[in-house]
């Protein structure tokens, strides 16, 4: 079943993990989250693998029960994230693999997160998200993201911003070779995603240009 409650990690690392789903939909710290969810202040680190839906975090976000949106916030990822299947609504993301959903508006939330970990998938991949029809915002990844089926595809931020309700803002990524942010937006707007060098993600401002929550 779908978690849909609140789980804080106070600030603790999942440390070593390795889930390898095969066939199964979802692999992750949390393989599937609905409405009334609220994930934070947790880490992983390790190794996800599946051969649809993979997240460091969460695998995948449905939408079967009523509640608030589901969110993700002040958590990090410094696992191996990798989706072997060639779905484009579905991939490999350091965070969020993707939403079941991805035809309907924003269902979720994934707010002052990061990702350090390689992504890689044969088709989809982000370094935040991999499919993404929520709202992201004061989110960075320095992680290497990697699609088999070329740049396209892979994204720094997220592969593909479905939907006009999807928004990606206040986000930074590690400048490195030819990918975007947003790898494809689907009339989805975003706003201040920027690519930055190694020393000006290590900057002692970049804290401060994210949120409080990077300054503490």
């Known amino acids: 079943a779908p978690f849909c409650g609140h789980f804080d990690g106070v600030g603790h690392t999942v440390k070593n993990i390795y889930i390898v789903s095969g066939s199964h939909p979802a692999a992750g710290l ?6 009334g969810a609220l994930i934070e202040n947790v880490g992983v ?27 993700i916030q002040k958590c990090w990822n410094g696992a191996t994230v990798e989706s072997n299947t060639y ?25 002052d997160c990061y990702n350090v970990g ?33 740049s396209g595809y892979a994204g720094a931020i997220t592969a593909t911003n479905k939907q006009r309700n999807a928004f990606v803002e206040n986000c930074y990524y590690l400048a490195a070779g030819a990918l975007d ?6 009339n ?29």
Not at 45 to 71: E, K, L, Q
Not at 120 to 126: D, L, S
Not at 127 to 146: K, P, R, S, T
């Open 87 to 111: 779905h484009s609504t579905r991939g490999a993301g350091g965070i969020l693999g993707g939403d079941t959903y991805a035809d309907i508006p924003a269902t979720y939330s994934i707010i």
């Open 118 to 150: 390689p992504v890689h998938a044969r088709k989809t991949a982000g370094g935040i998200a991999g499919v993404n029809a929520g709202l992201l915002m004061n989110c960075y990844n320095a992680g290497v993201v990697v699609s088999d089926a070329g």
């Open 30 to 35: 949390f393989g599937v989250i609905d409405r």
């Open 45 to 71: 680190t390790g190794y996800v693998a599946s051969d649809s839906f993979a997240g460091g975090i969460v695998a995948r976000v449905t939408n079967d029960v009523a509640g608030s949106y589901p969110v």
């Open 188 to 216: 989805a707007p975003s706003a201040n995603v920027t690519a930055k060098m190694a020393e000006e993600l290590s900057a002692s401002d970049m804290p401060e240009m994210l949120s409080e929550s990077f300054c503490c």
């Open 181 to 186: 942010g947003v790898g494809y937006s689907e």
